[in-house]
């Protein structure tokens, strides 16, 4: 009876044993399927972002070889779409890397839409600037007044231009005034009567130009030929200006109204036709002409 009940004990161990290693292979089977499954959906995650970072570099290039003005901007930003898409293609898949190479290739398209914004941004105002500098430059080669060294400046206006922040004047007016002793300034067409030359004109609205303060200077030439007023030669980088009278302002991105007063030496008004020239800093702005009888 007792080896009966010993056999029937082992029976039962032997077949709880097997139902237990049955039920290890079970789940060791679904645990390596759920594994591979995993790995194939983080690997396909990982093609993807490969991908969407081919992608991006792409328009990148596209973007530089359409644009110059942001140049340096663009190109930093693709080099780090670079070194991130070398990181994931030597990195092995897994849960942590996606989720970071994610969020690095969401905040990578941000600043693509916000880059690309900007640079259609400088695009539309450097074409409007470049329309306006064609249709004046016969004139400002013809009025303006520099040394030798100015040419190169004048050669690197068209780079300035393209920035899109440049100063431009519109409404310009230069008439002969006359001061009188209570300081009332009266104005006058005839040249035995003006002492000075007032020279108005309208700082044009611009949102790329940075705010602050900005000097402004004016060259007013008599028939001889001759520079009036101050005379005062002043050194930038690649230029040297001399101005009759100049004045500085705070500008704020609007429209803003300026007047220059430029004082006569006595002999410097005559009879005969004025060239006028703005300037802000090296670059002219705008020009006009007037006579006094």
Known sequence: MT??????????????????????????????????????????????????????????????????????????????????????????????LISRYRREVGKLKQERERLFKLADSLTAANSQLTTDLDSTSTALNQRIIFSDSLQTQNSKLAEIVERGSALTASGIKAEGVRVRN??????????????????????????????????????????????????????????????????KVFYENDALDVCVLVNAMEGELMEGNYVVNVFSGPRMISNTKFELR
């Open 3 to 96: 080896t009966q009940n010993n056999n029937l004990t082992l029976k039962i161990l032997i077949g709880v044993l097997a139902a237990l290693l049955l039920i290890l292979a079970i789940f060791s089977y679904k645990f390596y399927n759920e594994e591979k499954q995993n790995k194939a959906i983080l690997q396909q995650e990982k093609d993807l972002i490969e991908s969407e970072l081919g992608e991006l570099i792409t328009k990148y290039d596209n973007a530089i070889a359409l644009n110059e003005v942001m140049d340096d901007h663009l190109l930093k930003a693709k080099e780090r779409i670079v070194v991130l898409l070398d990181s994931v293609k030597d990195n092995d898949a897994n849960l942590a």
């Open 182 to 247: 209570s300081g009332k300034i009266t104005n006058t067409s005839r040249a035995s009567r003006a002492d000075k030359v007032r020279v108005c004109f309208t700082l044009s609205p611009n949102k790329l130009t940075e705010k602050g303060d900005k000097e402004l200077y004016v060259q007013v030439i008599n028939p001889k030929n001759n520079l009036i007023g101050d005379k005062i030669s002043i050194n930038f980088e690649d230029a040297v200006l001399t101005y009759s009278g100049r004045n």
